[in-house]
């Protein structure tokens, strides 16, 4: 069977080199040539544990092709982002702009008894537009399977995760659901369970405007700890020793494409109940707000102190540990504040050796040169540094503890 697959990032891309390698004939769409090219070289432009391994493989033996557009096959798979609306509003909305437009791509090549999947995070409905989008497109849509089917990955572990982990498939229809779900089980060794498009959608988002509420509440801690001068890393684990209590880590906000991004798709369609689900939202981001501040008001100490302004070493861009991933990192977000307000900032991120917007600096330098030493993200390669100790440290991600 022949595979299409709409986007090749995060997710579109190791899917396509799992099934590739699982024997089906893949080709691979994405709308930047130089991913095309790349891909095409059995390389690959993002970082992922064993990802280069299992693309350069499936390129190698001729069953994963990329290009620019979509071809003919029997299923086909959209994997492209879902941004915000740019707006004014304190609730951002939801875009399906690409969603629409990668499926307006493959009507010309969706013919009776394909499948087509919705792998992109989306707003309950979007599985139904989709159809909809066909439909005006020209496909007649009685005898084709269009499902949605979110993926629930952990960057670092996307590789493994594509296969061990559970997954839900949800069709338009009963023989959708049916027809897609074997689709998954041919290359999923964890449970697939079925249920409709709309339940599909709103668990994804469920998933992880559950994590929000539950780091909001850690992060709600820390700025209360602070306040009271107690240590929360200390609170934290007291506290767990609750049989029935299991407080996460706190951090400098939430980042990523999943946990910062999908409360919204709930509480932009439902302003009015979603009411915790916006407070975990607004704490989050306040929390980096506060961070920026302390770091702001060590710096004005530092400098009336010494009469000079501190080299101020910020540790880690990516939003989470140990990975290259930028997207919606808070802690990208605190650098690029404090550059634009004059600070003398060294950037930090092990994970990164260029970044187009200012130079990488590395982490046993800027140890070594800054004044204020400010651990945003807790990557293995921070955990048990020799540190000066007349040197003011910052740990807002326990990566000491």
């Known amino acids: 069977m022949k595979v299409c697959v709409i986007g090749l990032g995060y997710i579109g891309l190791p899917t396509a080199a799992l099934l590739a390698n699982r024997g089906y004939d893949v080709h691979g769409v994405d709308i930047v040539q130089d991913v095309v090219d790349t891909i095409n070289q059995g390389k690959i432009h993002i970082v992922e544990p064993d990802l280069d391994t299992f693309v350069h493989a499936a390129v190698n033996s001729g069953k994963l092709k990329a290009d620019t557009k979509p071809t003919k096959a029997d299923i086909f798979i959209i994997a492209v982002p879902t941004p915000f609306h740019k707006s004014?509003?304190?609730?951002?909305?939801?875009?399906?702009?690409?969603?629409?437009?990668?499926?307006?791509?493959?009507?010309?090549?969706?013919?009776?008894?394909?499948?087509v999947i919705l792998e992109s995070t989306s707003p309950v409905g979007t599985t139904e537009k989709v159809a909809e989008v066909l439909q005006e497109n020209g496909v007649n849509t009685d005898n084709v399977y269009i499902a949605h089917c979110p993926e629930r990955v952990l960057p670092g572990k996307i590789m493994t995760e594509l296969v061990e982990?559970?997954?839900?498939?949800?069709?338009?229809?009963?023989?959708?659901?049916?027809?897609?779900?074997?689709?998954?089980?041919?290359?999923?060794?964890?449970?697939?369970?079925?249920?409709?498009?709309?339940?599909?959608?709103?668990c994804k988002l469920t998933e992880n405007s559950f994590r929000d509420v539950n780091i909001a509440f850690a992060n709600e801690l820390s700025i209360i700890c602070d306040k009271y001068g107690i240590d929360?890393?200390?609170?934290?684990?007291?506290?767990?020793?609750?049989?029935?209590?299991?407080?996460?880590?706190?951090?400098?906000?939430?980042?990523?494409?999943?946990?910062?991004?999908?409360?919204?798709?709930?509480?932009?369609d439902n302003k009015d109940e979603a009411k915790l689900i916006k407070t975990a939202r607004v704490v989050n981001n306040y929390k980096t707000e506060w961070v920026i501040e302390k770091i702001k008001n060590e710096a004005l100490k530092f400098e009336m102190e010494n009469k000079k302004k501190p080299k101020i070493a910020c540790m880690g861009l990516a939003f989470k540990p140990d990975i290259d991933d930028l997207r919606e990192s808070p802690a990208l977000y605190i650098t690029r504040r404090l550059i634009n307000e004059n600070l003398d900032i060294l950037p930090v991120e092990p994970n990164i050796e260029k970044f187009d917007e200012f130079r990488i600096i590395d982490y046993t330098n800027a140890i070594h040169n800054a004044d204020i030493i400010v651990f945003l993200v807790a990557h293995k390669e921070f955990k048990n540094l020799e540190i000066d100790k007349n040197k003011k440290v910052l740990d807002f991600c326990g990566v000491l503890k």
Do not use: M, Q
């Not at 875009?95 to 394909?114: F, L, M, Q, R």
């Not at 951090?251 to 798709?265: E, S, T, Y």
């Open 88 to 115: 004014g509003y304190d609730i951002p909305t939801p875009n399906i702009d690409y969603v629409i437009s990668a499926t307006k791509s493959i009507a010309p090549y969706v013919k009776e008894g394909n499948i």
């Open 165 to 202: 982990n559970d997954r839900i498939v949800g069709g338009i229809n009963k023989k959708s659901t049916k027809k897609t779900a074997e689709f998954y089980r041919s290359f999923v060794t964890g449970e697939v369970l079925e249920t409709d498009s709309k339940t599909a959608e709103l």
């Open 232 to 268: 929360v890393w200390e609170l934290r684990e007291l506290a767990n020793r609750h049989p029935r209590v299991n407080i996460l880590y706190p951090g400098v906000g939430v980042g990523g494409h999943c946990i910062a991004v999908d409360p919204w798709f709930i509480v932009s």
